[in-house]
């Protein structure tokens, strides 16, 4: 795992054809992520993650690169409250407050203890997951938990793009059509939508946080700088940590 510091896809019929469509993973309409509205942490993760904080993770590796081509991509585990990857072994506690897993590991579940499809099944966490079709800023109440969905891989890919599977956090432009203007080097881009995508968790533990994924390529935050050949799977995304029982972020 590498060190993180802060400044911080219908149905196909192959394998095959899902690992070349992020492998063989755009210069128009640049999206611009928010500029935050609060201060971002300096410090690096090493202990709890502060409650009422803008933190930001930069280059989260969360799927390597030999896994990535060879087309094998087991769950990461990651917990926020504490700023750190959790080993697979301890997919069944409460350690984990996110899991990405699925097709490139871009599909995102909570850690729920009660959903039997769910990696955390009877491991102790009360966790769940849901996202909102809204800007970062403009989320101020934290949904309901019965809101909150707790099944496996329940984020993932957004209807705006190609194999969308409902609202989701990234759009993934197959042709290079959608925002690349039909560029060879801009087909199979995945953009995350930090401008119009808000991500709400109740990490394992009750607490609630309010995520905004800004990229899942190595160094680069805008569309313009994302082409097909861009190291991906490395996320940057900015969080805000809140204590059970809040209603407002």
């Known amino acids: 795992?590498?060190?993180?510091?802060?400044?911080?896809?219908?149905?196909?019929?192959s394998l095959a054809l899902l690992v070349f469509m992020f492998s063989s993973c755009s210069k128009e309409n640049d999206v611009q992520p928010d500029t935050p509205q609060k201060p971002v942490t300096?410090?690096?993760?090493?202990?709890?993650?502060?409650?009422?904080?803008?933190?930001?993770?930069?280059?989260?590796?969360?799927?390597?690169?030999?896994?990535?081509?060879?087309?094998?991509?087991?769950?990461?585990?990651?917990?926020?409250?504490?700023?750190?990857?959790?080993?697979?072994?301890?997919?069944?506690?409460?350690?984990?407050?996110?899991?990405?897993?699925?097709?490139?590991?871009?599909?995102?579940?909570?850690?729920?203890?009660?959903?039997?499809?769910?990696?955390?099944?009877?491991?102790?966490?009360?966790?769940?997951?849901?996202?909102?079709?809204?800007?970062f800023d403009q989320v101020t109440t934290i949904p309901a938990d019965s809101e909150f969905k707790t099944k496996s891989r329940a984020?993932?890919?957004?209807?705006?793009?190609?194999?969308?599977?409902?609202?989701?956090?990234?759009?993934?432009?197959?042709?290079?059509?959608?925002?690349?203007?039909?560029a060879i080097d801009k087909k199979h881009v995945a953009y995350a939508m930090p401008e119009t995508r808000t991500i709400i968790l109740r990490t394992a533990k009750g607490n609630y946080a309010k995520i905004k994924i800004i990229s899942c390529y190595k160094d680069v935050l805008t569309a313009?700088?994302?082409?097909?050949?861009?190291?991906?799977?490395f996320l940057t995304f900015d969080f805000i940590l809140l204590p059970k029982g809040s209603t407002k972020f």
């Not at 969360?62 to 896994?67: G, L, R, V």
């Not at 990234?170 to 042709?175: E, K, R, S, T």
């Open 1 to 13: 795992m590498k060190s993180v510091t802060t400044n911080r896809i219908p149905i196909i019929s």
């Open 42 to 135: 300096e410090e690096p993760f090493k202990g709890t993650a502060p409650f009422n904080t803008l933190t930001r993770i930069t280059n989260l590796q969360i799927t390597k690169e030999d896994a990535l081509y060879a087309g094998v991509t087991p769950p990461f585990y990651y917990s926020l409250e504490n700023n750190k990857a959790i080993s697979p072994d301890q997919a069944k506690t409460a350690d984990w407050d996110i899991a990405f897993d699925g097709i490139f590991n871009s599909f995102l579940e909570g850690n729920s203890s009660t959903d039997k499809s769910n990696k955390g099944f009877r491991g102790g966490g009360n966790g769940g997951i849901l996202i909102l079709p809204l800007p």
């Open 155 to 182: 984020v993932g890919s957004d209807d705006a793009g190609a194999f969308g599977e409902g609202v989701g956090w990234y759009l993934y432009d197959y042709g290079g059509t959608i925002r690349g203007g039909g």
């Open 224 to 233: 313009d700088k994302m082409f097909k050949d861009t190291p991906k799977m």
